[in-house]
Every structure is written in structure tokens, then in C-alpha cells.
């Protein structure tokens, strides 16, 4: 290799990693912008408030919301620790072969609604394909 094409090819290799570097700062650059921005805040209007609600005050109805969601949402988790805890206590009433028998039932159970639910998609695909 000639030192010219050497020279070349280092400057060629030079750009390249400038335009990289560039490029990568960039995108870190859009990526801090991006974070930098609070959220707008955004929902679910209840059925005909879209139609009457001025735009502030769909903003003001999206911030309840999201106070209240939160909310309901720690206190589903505390529902569903309480259903756990209180299974729990049912099942430490039973014997062992009830136990047992419960367990099968479940599997059966489980069994039945995924055959339901094969021959349910079944029907829907055969009612399309003869449409």
C-alpha cells in the first residue's frame, strides 16, 4: 500500500468515525430532550365528555384520572394479596386427598376450556374461509 493510498484511507476512516461519533452524540441528544419533557397528560374521556369539555379541561379530567388510577391500582394489588391469603386459608381446611381431588379438578377444568376453545377457533376459521 502506497502512503497516498494510506493518507486516503485514513482520512476516509477519520470521517467515518467523526460522522459515527456525531451521529451517536446526536441521538443521546434527542434521547435527554425526550426525557427532559414531562408527558402530556393523556386518557380516556368518560362516553360524551369529548363533545362538551373545553381543552383545559380535558387536561384538568386526565390528571384525576391518573391520581385515581394509581390508586386503584394499589388497592386491585391489596385485593388480590387478600384473595391469595384467603385461598390459602381454604385450602388449609381440606384433607390431602381433597387436596388431590381439587387439583384434578382444576386440570380438568383447564383441560375442557382449551378444547373449547381450539373448536371455538376452529368454527371461526371454517366460518371465514367459507365466507
Same mark, same amino acid.
Given at each position: 500500500? +502506497? ?8 482520512? %476516509?476512516? !477519520?470521517? !467515518?468515525?467523526?460522522?459515527? +461519533? +456525531? !451521529? ?5 441528544? $434527542? %434521547? %435527554?430532550?425526550?426525557?427532559? /419533557? #414531562? ?6 374521556? #368518560? @362516553? ?7 381543552? $383545559? ?5 386526565? =390528571? ?5 388510577? @394509581? /390508586? ?7 385485593? =388480590? *394479596?387478600?384473595?391469595?391469603?384467603? /385461598? *390459602? ?5 381440606? @384433607?390431602? #386427598?381433597?387436596?388431590?381431588?381439587? *387439583?384434578?379438578? &382444576? *386440570?380438568? $377444568? ?10 371455538? /377457533? ?5 366460518? &371465514?374461509? &367459507?365466507?
Amino acid at each position: 500500500m +502506497t502512503s497516498k493510498t494510506l493518507a486516503v484511507s485514513l482520512i %476516509a476512516l !477519520f470521517g !467515518f468515525l467523526g460522522a459515527v +461519533t +456525531t !451521529f451517536s452524540t446526536l441521538s443521546a441528544q $434527542d %434521547a %435527554a430532550e425526550a426525557t427532559a /419533557k #414531562p408527558a402530556e397528560p393523556s386518557g380516556r374521556l #368518560p @362516553t360524551y365528555y369529548g363533545e362538551i369539555v373545553t381543552q $383545559d379541561q380535558r387536561l384538568k379530567i386526565y =390528571k384525576i384520572q391518573s391520581g385515581y388510577n @394509581t /390508586k386503584i391500582e394499589q388497592l386491585e394489588a391489596e385485593i =388480590k *394479596k387478600l384473595e391469595e391469603a384467603m /385461598k *390459602k386459608e381454604m385450602e388449609a381446611v381440606l @384433607t390431602q #386427598p381433597q387436596l388431590e381431588r381439587l *387439583k384434578e379438578l &382444576a *386440570k380438568e $377444568d383447564e383441560l375442557r376450556r382449551q378444547k373449547n376453545e381450539a373448536a371455538k /377457533k376452529a368454527a371461526e376459521k371454517a366460518a &371465514a374461509s &367459507a365466507s
